[in-house]
């Protein structure tokens, strides 16, 4: 892999950086106080094509390779987690998921609308009794003629109350165990399902979390991504994809966290001089800057390996694991280095820290990406 980006990832970057600067970071101390869905900063960012980045252009994106999509995830994120989940589930859990499992009418009939905007995708698997252990999901699916009857609940969707079609995993033959479950395209206008936000998150605040209410759902028989049975694989691969974008998102929070650290602490005076001239301050500054350059990396080669088409659940694991430990290491170290005033919204370094927390917890928590490592590196299944 050669490290210099090129011209076109080097323009997507910097496209990406002048949009978060200017129309992102501003507001997300108000949306975040507030719990306000960044719906406007949407809305800016789709003539852009930022909602479509790595789709090919023929069914609405732009085409980015995926060193050009973490690029642009990371910029988001260093911005604002909360408009990079939603932009995480939009892109990687549900655009790049039809992409590579829907038929060519499914691709043609989701994705220009999920590119531009005008429609928002979520991606339902976690339900109010199984998260880690997506095996045992209950919502099931029921055969009614040529249509499919859903029935359950699902817990923490992201985007699950703005959206206007869902990705759903049910289950629909509970004898063959997780070969029984299926992947279901929803469209909301045809097949409408209900939702309830969830509020008093510690973080992520701004981003739309909700229990997604399927009483009863009746769908056509082509709701169906992939096969009936394969919503297992579906939902794995679809995690893969995820937890790439919350890799470079978490990135992003770090770099963020260097960025508020070296500016506070040049002008922060203490004992006679700035407190970045403090070898005890610097050297806070120097592990946030090695982590983050790591992390970089590891989500850089996971991107190449993905750029060839080549297996990389193993160092995309490798990258979310790395990634989202470190960025909140270094925004404890952020707040550490603003002193009392890193314990207040007036800086933006304890919105970054209570952010960065779950990436340590979604698309499969720290602990579950240690058993996948494991698996790899020992050959024995520990979830099995
Ligand atoms: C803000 C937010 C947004 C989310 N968005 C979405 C979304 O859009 N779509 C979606 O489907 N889900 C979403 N989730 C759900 C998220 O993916 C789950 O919360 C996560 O997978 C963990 O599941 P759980 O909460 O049920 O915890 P559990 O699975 O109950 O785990 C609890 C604890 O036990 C540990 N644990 C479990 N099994 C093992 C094991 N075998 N070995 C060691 N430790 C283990 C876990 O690591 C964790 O520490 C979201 C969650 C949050 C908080």
Known sequence: MDF?????????????????DREIAPGARERDRNETFPADVLKKMAPL???GGPVPEEYGGIGLDFIGHALVTEEIGRADSSVRTTLSVQISLVELTILKFGTEAQKRR???KLCSGETLGCFGLTEPEAGSDATKIRTSAKRDGR???????????????????????????PAKG?????????????????????HGKLGLRSSDSSELILDDVRVPADAVLGEVGEGFKIAMSALDSGRYSVAAGAVGVAQACI????????QRQSFG?????????????????????AARLLVWRAGDLKNKGRPSTRETSLAKLYASEAAQRAADN????????????????????????VNRLYEGTTQIQKLIIGRFTTGVDAMS
Do not use: C
């Open 178 to 198: 997780h070969r029984g479950i299926t992947a279901f395209l929803i469209d909301r206008e045809e097949s409408p399902y209900g939702s309830q936000g969830l």
């Open 273 to 293: 001089k700035p407190i970045a001239g403090h070898q005890l301050v610097q050297e806070m500054i120097a592990d946030m800057v090695v982590e983050t350059e």
């Open 110 to 112: 989701y994705l220009p």
């Open 4 to 20: 210099d980006l090129t011209s076109d990832q080097e323009q997507v970057r910097k496209l990406a950086r002048d949009f978060a």
């Open 49 to 51: 094509g930022l909602l």
């Open 147 to 173: 249509d499919w009857i859903l029935r359950g609940r699902k817990m923490w969707i992201s985007n699950g109350s703005v959206s206007g079609m869902a990705l759903v995993f049910a289950q629909a033959d």
């Open 334 to 357: 952020a707040i550490q280095i603003h002193g009392g005033y890193g314990f207040s919204d007036e800086f933006p370094v304890e919105r970054y820290w209570r952010d960065a927390r």
């Open 259 to 266: 960025d508020a650290a070296v500016t506070y602490s040049t």
